[in-house]
């Protein structure tokens, strides 16, 4: 795992290239640990989670670990980590109020796809492929893939990709909404730096807010949307930066944010 630190933003890389990113148990471990450091750190406002080389965001489970975990009796997984290393796992932190950009620059296969999917803007090169897989290999999208897809695009085209495995190219995903943004892999960076500028210059406590209430309200009719209360805009409403924005365009200047 790589973690570097761009002012707010953090970024976050899952670096096992040799092995197209896959996910085992020490990189399960290193990205819970990363998330971490990302919620409890006040001074970071954005992440962005990617995959290193030009080939694979990430392409799941490491299968080979997998089959060597088997062989020792490990007994075998369902939905959720349920404690496992790196519990809680970043596709179950469902009260992460920041936001999370991935750079898909390749495979985003199985429990790769589901940490996308988990993410609240994906930004995808040309050549990205999205695929739940887990059903040609006798196993489940237990990290949120079943639960997410089918919220996240029509049932019937979810549970078409679900039960096939096929895969989703990255233009194909933006038609269907999973995906903000395809570019060409050269100006994959590029698009990702303009949509944090974008974000940072949005009020951070007013983003958060945004992305607790439209979870927490996923579900609701509009009568209950409307008299919930969320922990997030009490502390928006009652800020110093719901003040800043206001006075800052009447003053004709860049708001300063302190997300306070």
């Known amino acids: 795992m790589l973690r570097a630190r761009r002012g707010r933003v953090a970024c976050i890389t899952l670096n096992r290239p040799r092995v197209l990113n896959a996910l085992d148990v020490r990189t399960h471990e290193e990205l819970s640990a990363a998330f971490d450091e990302f919620e409890r750190n006040d001074e970071l406002w954005i992440a962005v989670l990617t995959g290193a080389g030009d080939r694979s965001f990430s392409v799941g489970q490491d299968l080979?670990?997998?089959?060597?975990?088997?062989?020792?009796?490990?007994?075998?997984?369902?939905?959720?980590?349920?404690?496992a290393p790196?519990?809680?796992?970043?596709?179950?932190?469902?009260?992460?109020?920041?936001?999370?950009?991935?750079?898909?620059?390749?495979?985003?296969?199985?429990?790769?796809?589901?940490?996308?999917?988990?993410?609240?803007?994906?930004?995808?090169?040309?050549?990205?492929?999205?695929?739940?897989?887990?059903?040609?290999?006798g196993l489940i999208p237990g990290a949120g893939g079943v639960f997410r897809l089918t919220r996240q695009i029509p049932f019937k085209m979810a549970m078409g990709y679900l039960m096939t495995g096929r895969r989703i190219t990255a233009r194909r995903g933006f038609e269907l909404g999973l995906v903000n943004e395809v570019v060409p892999a050269g100006d994959l960076d590029g698009c990702v730096d303009r949509w944090i500028e974008d974000l940072l210059r949005s009020a951070p406590l007013s983003v958060r807010a945004i992305k607790e209430a439209a979870h927490a309200t996923?579900?609701?009719?509009?009568?209950?949307?409307?008299?919930?209360?969320?922990?997030?805009?009490?502390?928006?409403?009652?800020?110093?930066d719901a003040r800043e924005g206001p006075q800052a365009f009447v003053e004709k200047r860049a708001p300063v944010w302190l997300a306070r």
């Open 86 to 137: 790196g519990f809680p796992r970043f596709t179950e932190r469902f009260a992460t109020v920041k936001p999370v950009i991935a750079r898909v620059n390749g495979y985003a296969f199985g429990g790769g796809f589901e940490l996308a999917l988990a993410c609240d803007i994906v930004v995808a090169a040309e050549h990205a492929t999205f695929a739940l897989t887990e059903a040609r290999l």
């Open 64 to 83: 080979k670990e997998l089959v060597e975990r088997s062989r020792r009796g490990v007994a075998p997984s369902t939905f959720g980590s349920r404690g």
């Open 218 to 240: 996923a579900g609701s009719s509009l009568a209950q949307a409307f008299n919930s209360r969320h922990p997030c805009e009490e502390a928006r409403m009652r800020s110093r």
